[in-house]
């Protein structure tokens, strides 16, 4: 993991998320506690289920979670207002999901430029694309470009604002080997070059192989928390 004693980003203590559909109640969360660590690749395996997209969820500021303590740089989560939940989102979280939901009719340049003009201390977007290796492509519309490069400028749109952390709900879910190592690439630069922290679900064990931790959940609950010796790079992988 980097650093000596690094800092805390996020941590949960005794988190549980239960959804009432009905007369039936779904235990998504069972008492979770996770730490997040600054500049740390971490990804959380488990089945569809599992609930690891509920916690990704609840980190985000997309969601609260039913009881327990949810703390982001000391301060809990449940303190903040409407407010300072949105201006939490908007600045210090990126979003990263399977699908790209970017606008057909926009390019790359202005997909990200959305993102870039309501941040405080974004970047270019010329410089977010390149970081995803898409500096050929800035002015293509998404119509143009294959399911790989679309997810890059979802990368590249999510990390224009510069957030402390980069969450990533199943990215290569979509897409093919070869796509979806390009993809992991680029978040892997962006975790080396920025030093984003950055978690990625994923029900794909193979890419546990390139993170700094793996949390393993099962039935919400964390089954195992492994720390690689040793990192694979995301060209590596295989599946």
Known sequence: MPGEDPEIVFETHDITKVYHMG????????????????????????????????????????????SGEVIYRGRHMAEFDENELTQYRRQHVGFVFQFYN??????????????????????????????????????????????????????????????????CDEPTGALDLNTGVKVLEALQSVNRELGTTT???????VISDMAHRV?????????????????K????LEW
């Open 233 to 236: 790079e995301a060209s590596e």
């Open 23 to 66: 007369e039936v109640s779904v235990h998504a969360l069972r008492g979770v506690d996770v730490q997040l660590f600054e500049n740390e690749f971490v990804v959380l395996l488990g089945r569809s289920g599992s609930g690891k997209s509920t916690l990704l969820n609840i980190l985000g500021g997309l969601d609260v979670p039913t």
């Open 199 to 205: 978690a990625v679900i994923t029900h794909n064990a």
């Open 215 to 231: 949390i393993s959940l099962s039935d919400g609950q964390i089954e195992s928390v492994s720390q690689n010796k040793t990192r």
């Open 102 to 167: 970017l606008i057909p009719s926009l390019t790359a340049r202005e997909n990200v430029a959305l993102v870039t003009e309501i941040a405080k201390n974004p970047m270019k977007p010329e410089e977010a694309l390149a970081l995803v290796d898409l500096e050929k492509r800035l002015d293509h519309f998404p119509s143009q470009m294959s399911g790989g490069e679309q997810q890059r400028v979802a990368i590249a749109r999510a990390i224009a604002k510069q957030p402390d952390v980069l969450l």
